[in-house]
């Protein structure tokens, strides 16, 4: 069974700074998606940054200020000028194929808590 398995999350005060880090606990063939969702209380999760098919994608709010970046089955992703609204818990996200098998694989992380506040 795939792992994700993240770390990075914390407390910061506005305008700081936060790095976000996930890796597949197994190798994985083929990745056709890898990213960050959040999700804030009484909110529905939604995507923050993904890489899809190679392309990368931001959602409106954290542009300008949140980096993604892939090596293989590990993202990461750099988080500056961290606002309160960005308070949240942060989920890791994989679609893609098992090694050997082939099989598809859709998996979350645990999720990691981030925390803006002065």
């Known amino acids: 069974q795939v792992q994700l398995v993240e770390s990075g999350g914390g407390l910061v005060q506005p305008g700081g700074s936060l790095r976000l880090s996930c890796a597949a606990s197994e190798r994985i063939a083929s990745i056709f998606t890898m990213g960050w969702y959040r999700q804030a209380p009484g909110e529905q999760r939604e995507l923050v940054a993904a890489?899809?098919?190679?392309t990368t994608h931001y959602a409106d709010s954290v542009k300008g200020r949140f980096t993604i970046s892939r090596d293989n089955a590990k993202v990461t992703l750099q988080m500056n000028s961290l606002k309160p609204e960005d308070t949240a818990v942060y989920y890791c996200y994989l679609d893609g194929a098992a090694a050997v098998t082939m099989r598809r694989l859709q998996v979350w992380g645990q999720g990691t808590q981030v925390t803006v506040s002065s």
């Open positions: 890489i899809i098919g190679g």
